[in-house]
């Protein structure tokens, strides 16, 4: 069996799980409400104060399917109850972010500054010039958001400037030598 998708999802006080048709859940938190249709194959219950996730069969479709359906409920109660953050460092010379009302304005070296618009749900924190901090409460949304950010002007091996995560490491490369 998966031993993920085994393991059952505690739901914390204050968090509200609602399985409709279709298996549509909504959880309701003190951070906001997320709603997502997961696999209609998978069969969902609340029992005491936990989320079980089975499987209908051994099919390796069904084997994967399990995992994922128990880690995306749980993904959506932590949102709801923590929230998600990812922390994006800018470096380089004159490169630099500004923050104009939910704009996010950058400065990459570009012949114009780069404006972003934060998408719904989630919101830019700056700390000082050069660090960004995405939060928000779908683990996806503040994902793929932190890499879009990250995309404008990705780090380059040689002398590291770029956008990068504070948790990434970039493989550095050995510049020219000049001819004897």
């Known amino acids: 069996m998966s031993r993920i998708g085994r393991m059952p999802v505690a739901i914390p006080a204050g968090v509200t799980v609602t399985i409709a048709e279709n298996n549509v859940v909504t959880v309701k938190g003190p951070k906001g409400t997320l709603e997502r249709a997961l696999p209609t194959e998978m069969t969902i219950r609340e029992e005491d104060g936990h989320i079980i996730v089975t499987r209908p069969n051994d099919l390796k479709k069904m084997k994967s399917l399990h995992g994922l359906t128990r880690t995306l409920i749980n993904n959506m109660i932590h949102g709801v109850t923590e929230g998600y953050e990812k922390v994006l460092e800018i470096n380089g010379v004159g490169y630099r972010a500004a923050k104009q009302g939910k704009k996010l304005v950058l400065s990459l070296g570009y012949s114009h500054p780069v404006e972003m ?32 950010i990250r995309e404008k002007r990705r780090p380059e091996p040689y002398k590291g400037k770029g956008i990068k995560y504070a948790d990434e490491v970039i493989r550095r490369k050995v510049g020219k030598t000049g001819k004897k």
């Open 117 to 148: 618009e934060d998408p719904e749900g989630i919101e830019t924190v700056l700390d000082g010039q050069n660090k960004i901090t995405v939060k928000g409460i779908s683990k996806e949304k503040v994902g793929q958001y932190a890499a879009e």
